[in-house]
C-alpha cells in the first residue's frame, strides 16, 4: 500500500524497512546525480534540506518529493534529511538521491541530527534550497558558515506555539537575512505572515503544484461502487484529524445537511470527533475512513459531489488537499483564512468560501451545492481549470528554475518580485 494522500500539518511518518521507492546505497559517499551533462557545461547543482523525506509522510515532505522529482530532469539534485534511526542512509528514491542523516532524537517535533553542519559544509552545490519551519536545520545552515547562494521555502508561520514562535524570531531573522530569496505558496501568506511581509522584497510566489495524472480514476468502476455504497449526495474531507483543521465544525454542520460525509485521515482527535458525530446524531451520516492509499484516494475524489476544508487557523498554510479535489474538477467549500486557503480556491469561481469556525455557514454552503448540480458543473470545472493551469506540478518547476537561474546569475532577486 502506498502512503495515504498528504495534508500539510501532518506528522511524518516512519520509513519502512525495504522500502520498494527507494535502493539502498548507503556505502557510496554523496555525490552529485547528473542528469543532462553537456561538454560544455555542467548542470546546475542543488542541494535541498528538509525535516523528512518520503515514504515519510507530511505536506512538506510530499512537496519536496514532488519538487525534487521533477527538478532531476533538468538539474542536479541532493536531498539532506534525517533518518528515523541513528544510522546513516543513503539511496536514490525516483532518481533522487536522498542522504538521511543519523538522528539523535526529535526537539519539539524538529529532527536532531549533529553531523548536518559537517554535511552543509562540504557541499559543492551551486545553490542551496532549504525548507523552513526547521529551526535546528537553520541553525545548523548558519554554524556551517556556508558562503554560497540560498534560497529559502516558507512553508509556514509558527502559530499556535506563540512562545516558541517569539523565541525563534533572532534566529528567524538571522537565516532570511542570508537568502537570496523567498518562496512562499501564495500572495495571501506573504500579506499576513509578519516574517514574510518584513522581507517581501525577497519573496517570490510559487504556488505548490501537484501531478494531475496521479488522481486519473484508475477504472470506471471505483467511483461508482462509492457512490453504490454511501449514496449520491457525497461530501469529501480530507485531513489529519488536528485542531486547525475545523472538522468539529463539519460535523456541526453535517448534522443538517441531506448528504453522506465522508472523512478520509488519522489523527490525535478521531476518537473525539467520532463521539462528536454520536452526540449530534449525525452518524449514520458520517464514515471515518481512516487511512487510505493513494491509488484509492483518487477514486473517493472523483466519487464526490463537493469537497470541503474546513479548516480554522493559519496553520492551514494553503490546503494541497482541497487542490487535489479540483484536479479532480471537484468544487470546494473552504474558508476566510489569512492563507493560501481562498487564493487556491476562489469563493464564487471554483466554489464557496465561508467563514472559519461557522457550522451554520458550512451546512449552508455544502446544501447549496448538494442542490444545484448545475452549480457544481460550473464550479467544477473552473476548479480543474484553475488547477491545471496555475497550480500544475509543471509550472511550478519551471518557476523554480526560473528563479534558480536568477539568484545564480544576479544575487538576491530584485523588488516587486510578489506575482
Same mark, same amino acid.
Given at each position: 500500500?502506498?502512503?495515504?494522500?498528504?495534508?500539510?500539518?501532518?506528522?511524518?511518518?516512519?520509513? /519502512?524497512?525495504?522500502?520498494?521507492?527507494?535502493?539502498?546505497?548507503?556505502?557510496?559517499?554523496?555525490?552529485?546525480?547528473?542528469?543532462?551533462?553537456?561538454?560544455?557545461?555542467?548542470?546546475?547543482?542543488?542541494?535541498?534540506? +528538509?525535516?523528512?523525506?518520503?515514504?515519510?509522510?507530511? &505536506?512538506?515532505?510530499?512537496?519536496?518529493?514532488?519538487?525534487?522529482?521533477?527538478?532531476?530532469?533538468?538539474?542536479?539534485?541532493?536531498?539532506?534529511?534525517?533518518?528515523?534511526?541513528?544510522?546513516?542512509?543513503?539511496?536514490?528514491?525516483?532518481?533522487?538521491?536522498?542522504?538521511?542523516?543519523?538522528?539523535?532524537?526529535?526537539?519539539?517535533?524538529?529532527?536532531?541530527?549533529?553531523?548536518?553542519?559537517?554535511?552543509?559544509?562540504?557541499?559543492?552545490?551551486?545553490?542551496?534550497?532549504?525548507?523552513?519551519?526547521?529551526?535546528?536545520?537553520?541553525?545548523?545552515?548558519?554554524?556551517?558558515?556556508?558562503?554560497?547562494?540560498?534560497?529559502?521555502?516558507?512553508?509556514?508561520?509558527?502559530?499556535?506555539?506563540?512562545?516558541?514562535?517569539?523565541?525563534?524570531?533572532?534566529?528567524?531573522?538571522?537565516?532570511?537575512?542570508?537568502?537570496?530569496?523567498?518562496?512562499?505558496?501564495?500572495?495571501?501568506?506573504?500579506?499576513? $505572515?509578519?516574517?514574510? $511581509?518584513?522581507?517581501?522584497?525577497?519573496?517570490?510566489?510559487?504556488?505548490?503544484?501537484?501531478?494531475?495524472?496521479?488522481?486519473?480514476?484508475?477504472?470506471?468502476?471505483?467511483?461508482?461502487?462509492?457512490?453504490?455504497?454511501?449514496?449520491?449526495?457525497?461530501?469529501?474531507?480530507? &485531513?489529519?484529524?488536528?485542531?486547525?483543521?475545523?472538522?468539529?465544525?463539519?460535523?456541526?454542520?453535517?448534522?443538517?445537511?441531506?448528504?453522506?460525509?465522508?472523512?478520509? +485521515?488519522?489523527?490525535?482527535?478521531?476518537?473525539?470527533?467520532?463521539?462528536?458525530?454520536?452526540?449530534?446524531?449525525?452518524?449514520?451520516?458520517?464514515?471515518?475512513? &481512516?487511512?487510505?492509499?493513494?491509488?484509492?484516494?483518487?477514486?473517493?475524489?472523483?466519487?464526490?459531489?463537493?469537497?470541503?476544508?474546513?479548516?480554522?487557523?493559519?496553520?492551514?498554510?494553503?490546503?494541497?488537499?482541497?487542490?487535489?479535489?479540483?484536479?479532480?474538477?471537484?468544487?470546494?467549500?473552504?474558508?476566510?483564512?489569512?492563507?493560501?486557503?481562498?487564493?487556491?480556491?476562489?469563493? +464564487?469561481?471554483?466554489?464557496?468560501?465561508?467563514?472559519?469556525?461557522? /457550522?451554520?455557514?458550512?451546512?449552508?454552503?455544502?446544501?447549496?451545492?448538494?442542490?444545484?448540480?448545475?452549480?457544481?458543473?460550473?464550479? +467544477?470545472?473552473?476548479?480543474?481549470?484553475?488547477?491545471?493551469?496555475?497550480?500544475?506540478?509543471?509550472?511550478?518547476?519551471?518557476?523554480?528554475?526560473?528563479?534558480?537561474?536568477?539568484?545564480?546569475?544576479?544575487?538576491?532577486?530584485?523588488?516587486?518580485?510578489?506575482?
Amino acid at each position: 500500500m502506498k502512503p495515504p494522500i498528504a495534508d500539510e500539518g501532518a506528522a511524518p511518518q516512519p520509513l /519502512a524497512r525495504d522500502s520498494p521507492i527507494e535502493t539502498a546505497a548507503s556505502a557510496l559517499p554523496l555525490q552529485p546525480v547528473r542528469i543532462r551533462q553537456t561538454a560544455a557545461r555542467a548542470p546546475l547543482s542543488v542541494l535541498h534540506l +528538509g525535516k523528512f523525506y518520503p515514504p515519510y509522510r507530511g &505536506g512538506i515532505e510530499s512537496h519536496l518529493h514532488a519538487l525534487c522529482r521533477e527538478l532531476t530532469k533538468s538539474i542536479t539534485v541532493n536531498v539532506i534529511v534525517a533518518n528515523e534511526t541513528r544510522r546513516l542512509h543513503e539511496g536514490e528514491v525516483e532518481g533522487v538521491r536522498v542522504r538521511r542523516l543519523p538522528r539523535l532524537f526529535n526537539l519539539s517535533a524538529t529532527p536532531v541530527c549533529p553531523s548536518i553542519v559537517r554535511e552543509i559544509r562540504r557541499t559543492d552545490a551551486d545553490l542551496i534550497h532549504l525548507h523552513l519551519p526547521n529551526p535546528l536545520a537553520a541553525l545548523a545552515y548558519l554554524a556551517s558558515a556556508h558562503k554560497g547562494r540560498l534560497v529559502i521555502t516558507w512553508h509556514s508561520d509558527i502559530v499556535r506555539q506563540k512562545t516558541i514562535g517569539k523565541m525563534l524570531r533572532p534566529l528567524d531573522d538571522a537565516i532570511l537575512s542570508r537568502a537570496s530569496a523567498l518562496i512562499a505558496s501564495s500572495p495571501n501568506y506573504v500579506d499576513s $505572515s509578519p516574517i514574510l $511581509s518584513r522581507n517581501r522584497d525577497r519573496c517570490r510566489v510559487i504556488p505548490f503544484g501537484i501531478d494531475g495524472d496521479t488522481f486519473r480514476p484508475r477504472d470506471a468502476q471505483t467511483a461508482a461502487k462509492i457512490r453504490k455504497r454511501y449514496g449520491l449526495r457525497i461530501v469529501l474531507a480530507v &485531513g489529519r484529524m488536528v485542531y486547525y483543521k475545523g472538522f468539529d465544525y463539519l460535523i456541526r454542520a453535517m448534522a443538517r445537511v441531506n448528504g453522506h460525509l465522508l472523512l478520509v +485521515g488519522e489523527g490525535p482527535l478521531q476518537k473525539k470527533l467520532e463521539r462528536q458525530a454520536f452526540d449530534a446524531g449525525a452518524m449514520d451520516r458520517i464514515t471515518f475512513l &481512516g487511512r487510505v492509499s493513494q491509488d484509492e484516494m483518487a477514486g473517493y475524489y472523483h466519487a464526490a459531489d463537493v469537497f470541503v476544508m474546513p479548516s480554522i487557523a493559519r496553520s492551514e498554510a494553503f490546503g494541497i488537499a482541497q487542490l487535489e479535489a479540483m484536479v479532480c474538477g471537484k468544487p470546494v467549500v473552504n474558508t476566510w483564512l489569512k492563507s493560501g486557503v481562498p487564493f487556491v480556491s476562489i469563493d +464564487g469561481e471554483t466554489g464557496i468560501t465561508v467563514a472559519p469556525a461557522d /457550522a451554520d455557514q458550512l451546512a449552508a454552503a455544502i446544501n447549496r451545492l448538494l442542490e444545484d448540480p448545475d452549480l457544481r458543473a460550473k464550479y +467544477g470545472v473552473a476548479a480543474a481549470r484553475r488547477a491545471r493551469d496555475e497550480f500544475s506540478i509543471e509550472v511550478m518547476v519551471d518557476r523554480t528554475l526560473e528563479l534558480y537561474r536568477e539568484v545564480i546569475a544576479n544575487g538576491r532577486i530584485g523588488a516587486a518580485s510578489i506575482r
